[in-house]
């Protein structure tokens, strides 16, 4: 039992990794945690769902074109809501965020209704692969590949590409990055449309397990959310293990300890996190001088 | 000259106001003219619940209907209804407004526990009457209260006569149960338990889920591990599908049982993938594609005054809670009062429409205690199990073990 626990651990945590990736990437060129996360995910599921039932199209060809809605759906929430703030505090930033949460969870709700609704991915979540007495669904499996892949992925584009370290020049200092010729708006509005397909990616796998709805992404949100406190919002790969850790602590704690307060432990370990190593669990550690 | 006009229609005004009053106020009753009846209801037509607010729109289909057939003592119902989107201090507005500015006579149906408890005792205070609140809580019908008149089973009843029939019929004996933990949840553990008792058993396991809960997988595999070969359900349609969906992928493979709430078999089946078939579950009603002939008139009425409603539990279950209701009217005659309605309802005896018989009396408000029980086969069709089945567990111990909290 306690290695399908690791499994089943592992396989929520990619879920969480996922989306706590989605919010770094924003965060660190930001500075806001960007809480309208889960709602742009949610929304570019319904896409994929749209295509998929209303257009008839093939799944590969859906899950193309909703990378691309996703992408487009970054830059223009970023363009259209971010970018007006003007001389923003990150408290600006975050009711911005708050704000476009809202209006996407409404946009979703008017246009797709308040039913639950079936995603039909062609990967199971019920077929299974066996190892030794564990089983681990096939979209389990590929959800934990697609984690580690896009975080392979992202490394490299902010090591080697051009736009990447163009990226992290941005985050780490805007206006010397603007004076050596980076256009820091573009900048931006890239970067919030990878962190949208990131989530795009964590939504589409995630909504064959549960249902397609406004909601879809509540839970996974505050889990991804508190995965990247743990891990450092700083951090891509301590958000990554952020996400691992809690699905894992979770699970764990759920089966042992108490079933009631599984998804309150998430926050417990936010508190105590935040209480000894506040920069994250594998992030360095900083303390800004004035 | 101006302000002589102004006066002139001010007075205008005003006379054809007392004139209005006068004519409604004739016989001193709100809600009641000797053309109309005012009858309202909430329910929730956005937000996380608005699922159900097609009861709301049930009722309506259903009101048009009567009205055509000639309305009710020479009366027509004029029916209005507004959205609360299921917070508890926006049906307190809604209500609030349709008592004081539309002027409702009795309100049918209400979505949900936390909405109804948030306006029962204004409902109590002003003395409007209430019929067919659309929750199985015991808080409406236990104490009885003068206004309120319940037709839903409670949530205790649906989960003891799924136990008597997993243990009197199926013959299992390893009875396990998974609850949200709420109103909903806890009424269905004490129930069962309570069943269980009596048949000298007890749980091998229970799992309980915070409603937004979306990873099921520690509770599944408890579940599992408890080797329970039945398993009660009492959760919402998203939590029931991960749920199922997450047993399949464990290779856990129990009967599954689950109450009222999720009996909208077409929306489950499709939500698990068809992981629904072979559940079974309580109906309070007949079920939508039944050959009940009244079943058969109201899926009539409600093609041809919603013709783009869905036919599903939750829409045909607006017809059901209104039932009760147009009978009491009916019985209360020409000259309609709270007092005489009231009185009226309370004449209710073995009252059968499309749900369980329904008795009232001076002292009893619980209408029924009665559900029946279907297995799904497929997508859409269901197979009868068994006839109406009423509970007996003792209400007031089973009150009493819900504020213990146990």
Redesign the interface.
């Known amino acids: 039992?306690f290695g399908?626990?690791i499994i089943?651990g592992l396989?929520?945590g990619s879920l969480y990794a996922l989306v706590a990736l989605a919010m770094v990437i924003i965060y660190k060129a930001s500075e806001v945690p960007n809480f309208a996360q889960g709602e742009m995910a949610m929304v570019s599921t319904y896409f994929a769902y749209m295509l998929l039932i209303s257009n008839q199209v093939s799944w590969h060809v859906a899950l193309l074109g909703t990378l691309v809605f996703a992408f487009a759906l970054g830059m223009v929430l970023e363009f259209l809501f971010v970018r007006r703030a003007k001389d923003p505090t990150v408290l600006d930033l975050i009711i911005v965020t708050l704000g476009m949460q809202l209006v996407l969870h409404g946009l979703a709700?008017w246009k797709w209704?308040?039913?639950?609704?079936?995603f039909p991915l062609p990967i199971s979540?019920?077929d299974?692969v066996q190892v030794g007495g564990l089983?681990i669904?096939y979209l389990?499996l590929t959800t934990m590949i697609a984690a580690l892949l896009l975080m392979g992925l992202l490394y490299a584009f902010f090591q080697y590409t051009k736009i990447g370290v163009a990226m992290k020049a941005t985050q780490q200092n805007w206006m010397a990055a603007r004076i050596n010729g980076i256009r820091t708006n573009h900048i931006l509005g890239i970067t919030w449309g990878i962190s949208s397909v990131i989530g795009a990616i964590a939504g589409v796998l995630?909504a064959p397990?549960?249902?397609l709805?406004p909601?879809l992404m509540?839970?996974?949100l505050?889990k991804g959310f508190a995965a990247a406190v743990m891990g450092g919002m700083n951090s891509l790969v301590g958000a990554a293990l952020g996400g691992y850790l809690l699905?894992f602590i979770?699970?764990l704690f759920?089966?042992y300890i108490s079933?009631?307060f599984?998804?309150?432990v998430a926050f417990l370990a936010i508190v105590l996190v935040l209480w000894f190593r506040p920069s994250g669990l594998f992030s360095k550690h900083y303390e800004r001088r004035v | 000259m101006k302000h002589s006009r102004w006066l002139l229609a001010g007075i205008f005004l005003a006379v054809v106001a007392v004139a209005l009053g006068v004519g409604c106020g004739k016989k001193g009753q709100r809600g009641v003219t000797d053309t109309e009846i005012v009858i309202g209801q909430w329910g929730p037509q956005?937000?996380?619940?608005?699922?159900w607010?097609a009861v709301a729109r049930g009722t309506d289909a259903y009101f048009k209907m009567i009205n055509e057939e000639g309305g009710i003592n020479g009366r027509k119902i004029r029916y209005i209804y507004r959205d609360d989107a299921y917070q508890p201090a926006k049906t307190k507005a809604v209500v609030k407004e349709m008592v004081e500015n539309e002027g409702v006579f009795a309100f049918v149906g209400g979505v949900g526990t936390a909405p109804g408890m948030a306006v029962k005792d204004y409902l109590i205070q002003n003395q409007v009457p209430w019929v067919g609140p659309a929750s199985g809580s015991s808080h409406w019908a236990y104490p009885p209260n003068k206004y309120i008149f319940s037709v839903y089973p409670l949530y205790f009843d649906e989960a003891a006569v799924l136990v008597d029939y997993a243990v009197n019929t199926l013959k299992k004996t390893k009875i396990a149960m998974i609850y949200q933990?709420d109103d909903y949840g806890k009424g269905g553990l004490v129930g069962a338990k309570m069943a269980l008792e009596k048949h000298g058993l007890d749980f091998v396991a229970t799992?309980?889920?915070?409603i937004?809960?979306?990873?099921l997988?520690?509770?599944i595999?408890?579940l599992k591990?408890a080797g329970a070969e039945v398993v009660i359900m009492y959760l919402l349609?998203?939590q029931a599908?991960?749920s199922l969906?997450?047993a399949?992928?464990?290779?856990f493979k129990p009967q599954w049982m689950t109450t009222s709430t999720l009996s909208d078999m077409g929306?489950m089946h499709?939500?698990?993938?068809g992981?629904w078939e072979g559940v079974i579950f309580a109906n309070f009603a007949e079920m939508p594609d039944s050959d009940h002939p009244l079943m058969k008139k109201y899926r009539e009425a409600a093609k041809k005054y919603a013709p783009d409603e869905r036919w599903g539990v939750f829409f045909a279950a607006g017809f059901l809670f209104a039932e009760p209701m147009v009978e009491g009217l009916k019985r209360a005659g020409k000259d309609l009062t709270v007092e005489s309605f009231i009185e009226a309802m309370e004449s209710i005896k073995d009252f059968k429409g499309i749900g369980p018989t329904i008795t009232f009396g001076p002292n009893q408000r619980q209408g029924t205690r009665s559900v029946f029980l279907s297995q799904c086969v497929s997508a859409t069709e269901a197979k009868q199990l068994t006839d109406w089945m009423t509970s007996d567990i003792d209400v007031e111990e089973a009150i009493r073990r819900m504020k213990e909290g146990e």
């Open positions: 039992m399908q626990l089943n396989a929520v709700g209704g308040p039913d639950q609704k079936d979540d019920t299974v089983v669904s389990n995630f397990t549960s249902t709805d909601h509540w839970d996974p505050i699905g979770e699970n759920g089966l079933l009631e599984k998804s309150i | 956005t937000g996380p619940a608005a699922l607010g933990n799992a309980t889920t915070q937004m809960d979306t990873d997988s520690s509770h595999l408890k591990e349609p998203k599908a991960i969906g997450t399949a992928k464990l290779g929306l499709n939500i698990t993938k992981l």
